[in-house]
């Protein structure tokens, strides 16, 4: 039955441009905050929260940028390998230092080396645009170029396609013998050390492969933005990524799709309402659904399940 459902949810996701074509734009970046969305899902497993991850969805992002000015039409597929390449090093770096630090020490560090690059994008006006941001040109695919309406249909299929091979490859992680090492971080540090682990190991792996997700995600959200700015790395963007990932639900990689979905279809509906006031709409919206639905989104298939199926049962025991 888990398979029919995602069968016909992919089948949806990739026919929606024909059948909404006017929804094409919103869900390229819902597919593009999902990447970095996943990369906190991978590290909530083993316990920790990153209060950084926006540091790699700018590096993405700038990554595309500063190509364009080397390179006038840069290839797709050479930016997407350039910024793995860029956010994985990154990562391994500055994970090095982090990984060694549990709880709130791990997610104050990832906010300092996060606000530390805000600032010197900010600062470095002639290297990065200062807040102004920097222009990201439209890339090419082997050669072929896009008009304004193609790029926007291909920018949705890059972003679908890349959220659906990284969410297999998430999925995958966590079933392995490394990714389940990440639920002994969180559990039992000391039981992990027993059987021949690093906890620290464990962690920066999981680290570097939520750095790559992001990057992949700031990539996305850069293109179709066609700007780099300093408010990608702004704390309040990797506080929206943890959010998302608890709306969603941290039980299940699925989570992750669902709550980047709810969280901008309502953002983007409440903003169109009331211009000055629409974070008040998107905020006792998310509480309600938090207060209702503790475990996520995710877990209210299960929720109404129970609550019809008692419903029936008392309907039975009455008659």
Same mark, same amino acid.
């Given at each position: 039955?888990?398979?029919?459902?995602?069968?016909?949810?992919l089948?949806?996701?990739?026919?929606?441009?024909? #059948?909404?074509?006017?929804?094409? %734009?919103?869900?390229?970046?819902?597919?593009?905050?999902?990447?970095?969305?996943?990369?906190? !899902?991978?590290?909530?497993?083993?316990?920790?929260?990153? *209060?950084?991850?926006?540091?790699? *969805? &700018?590096?993405?992002?700038?990554?595309?940028?500063?190509?364009?000015?080397?390179?006038? &039409?840069?290839?797709?597929?050479?930016?997407t390998?350039?910024?793995?390449?860029?956010?994985?090093?990154?990562?391994?770096?500055?994970?090095? *230092?982090?990984?060694?630090?549990?709880?709130?020490?791990?997610? @104050?560090?990832?906010?300092?080396?996060?606000?530390?690059?805000? &600032?010197?994008?900010e600062?470095?006006?002639?290297?990065?645009?200062?807040?102004?941001?920097? $222009?990201?040109? $439209?890339?090419?695919? @082997?050669?072929?170029?896009?008009s304004?309406?193609?790029? =926007? @249909?291909?920018? !949705?299929?890059?972003?679908?396609?890349? @959220?659906?091979?990284?969410?297999?490859?998430?999925?995958?992680y966590?079933?392995?013998?490394?990714?389940? +090492?990440?639920?002994?971080?969180?559990?039992n540090?000391?039981?992990?050390?027993?059987?021949g682990?690093?906890?620290?190991? %464990?962690?920066?792996?999981?680290?570097? !492969?939520?750095?790559?997700?992001?990057?992949?995600?700031?990539?996305?959200?850069?293109?179709?933005?066609?700007?780099?700015?300093?408010?990608?790395?702004?704390? #309040?963007?990797?506080?929206?990524?943890?959010?998302?990932?608890?709306?969603?639900?941290?039980?299940?990689?699925?989570?992750?799709?669902?709550? %980047?979905?709810?969280?901008?279809?309502? $953002? !983007?509906? +409440?903003?169109?309402?009331? =211009? =000055?006031?629409?974070?008040?709409?998107?905020?006792? #919206?998310?509480? +309600?659904?938090?207060?209702?639905?503790?475990?996520?989104?995710?877990?209210?298939? &299960?929720?109404?399940?129970?609550?019809?199926?008692?419903?029936?049962?008392?309907?039975?025991?009455?008659?």
């Open positions: 039955m888990q398979r029919l459902i995602l069968a016909a949810l089948i949806a996701l990739f026919t929606l441009p024909f #059948t909404f074509a006017s929804s094409v %734009t919103i869900a390229t970046l819902i597919f593009a905050k999902a990447l970095a969305v996943l990369g906190i !899902f991978v590290l909530l497993q083993a316990g920790q929260v990153s *209060f950084g991850h926006g540091m790699f *969805f &700018a590096a993405g992002a700038y990554a595309a940028a500063y190509f364009g000015v080397v390179w006038r &039409a840069p290839d797709l597929l050479v930016l390998v350039a910024v793995i390449a860029i956010s994985g090093v990154s990562g391994l770096i500055i994970g090095l *230092f982090v990984s060694r630090y549990r709880l709130i020490f791990f997610s @104050m560090l990832n906010l300092a080396f996060s606000m530390v690059l805000f &600032a010197l994008l600062k470095l006006f002639h290297y990065t645009g200062g807040t102004d941001g920097m $222009r990201i040109r $439209r890339p090419s695919l @082997m050669g072929y170029t896009f304004r309406s193609d790029f =926007d @249909m291909a920018m !949705f299929y890059y972003a679908l396609i890349l @959220m659906v091979l990284c969410t297999g490859l998430v999925w995958l966590l079933r392995s013998p490394l990714g389940q +090492a990440l639920k002994a971080v969180k559990v540090e000391t039981r992990l050390e027993y059987i682990l690093s906890a620290n190991h %464990t962690l920066l792996v999981a680290y570097v !492969f939520s750095a790559v997700l992001a990057g992949l995600g700031g990539l996305a959200f850069g293109l179709v933005q066609g700007l780099a700015t300093p408010d990608l790395t702004f704390w #309040t963007r990797s506080g929206e990524f943890v959010f998302i990932a608890v709306l969603g639900g941290i039980g299940s990689v699925f989570g992750v799709f669902a709550g %980047t979905a709810v969280y901008e279809i309502v $953002r !983007f509906y +409440a903003a169109a309402l009331l =211009d =000055d006031s629409w974070q008040l709409i998107l905020g006792i #919206t998310l509480i +309600a659904v938090i207060l209702t639905v503790p475990s996520g989104l995710i877990g209210l298939p &299960a929720r109404l399940r129970a609550a019809f199926g008692g419903a029936r049962t008392n309907g039975k025991d009455k008659a």
